[in-house]
């Protein structure tokens, strides 16, 4: 991976489910430098992670970004990413990376979901691309991809992850989303 290689990282933060869920677009570089940065939000057990994240793409305004990389599939309380409609939207390979094992979403979808919110996020999961484990610095993550073969997905985690199992752009995005909803809940100075 060439240093001057830029990622978006999508990550989200949200304490109160009335709040929200702040979201955060990390353009990083490979070899570490965070270069730009974007802000919105999505609807917490809402349906609108996927148009909120293409948002992200289009605020931040960078030709420049070559991959787009999110924590996981499903922010905001089961707020289901269509990772093939967002490639479409954005035109990058869109990897989705989660760092923890698990038997899948369906579970706590059904638990936590009936009727029709149950059915359209079922239909959307099961449309996702299967999850790939992938072993990085060490540790080891699940990947989804769209845009890209598995043999490149596993190159570009690897490529923008410098240490432990999360790549740079996602665990800048993460720390730049929770304080940007520290901001926005406890006040503005």
């Known amino acids: 991976m060439k240093s001057g290689a830029r990622a978006l990282g999508v990550a989200e933060s949200f304490a109160r489910r009335d709040d929200g869920s702040t979201l ?106 299967p999850r790939h484990e992938l072993d990085v610095g060490g540790e080891t993550v699940y990947v989804r991809g769209v845009g890209t073969d598995p043999e490149h997905a596993a190159e570009v985690v690897r490529g923008f992850t410098v240490d432990g199992g999360r790549p740079e752009p996602l665990r800048v995005a993460r720390l730049a989303a929770r304080a940007a909803r520290t901001f926005r809940t406890d006040g503005e100075a």
């Open 24 to 129: 955060c677009g990390a353009v990083v570089r490979a070899d570490r430098t965070a270069d730009g940065f974007a802000f919105g939000t999505c609807t917490i057990g809402g349906t609108d992670a996927t148009d909120a994240i293409a948002s992200l793409y289009t605020t931040a305004d960078r030709a420049d970004v070559q991959y787009l990389l999110l924590a996981g599939i499903a922010p905001a309380w089961y707020n289901v990413v269509d990772l093939h409609g967002l490639h479409a939207a954005v035109d990058r390979p869109v990897l989705s990376v989660s760092f923890e094992t698990s038997p899948g979403l369906e579970p706590a979808l059904r638990e936590q979901f009936s009727g029709s919110a149950l059915q359209e996020r079922l239909q959307r999961y099961r449309a996702q691309p």
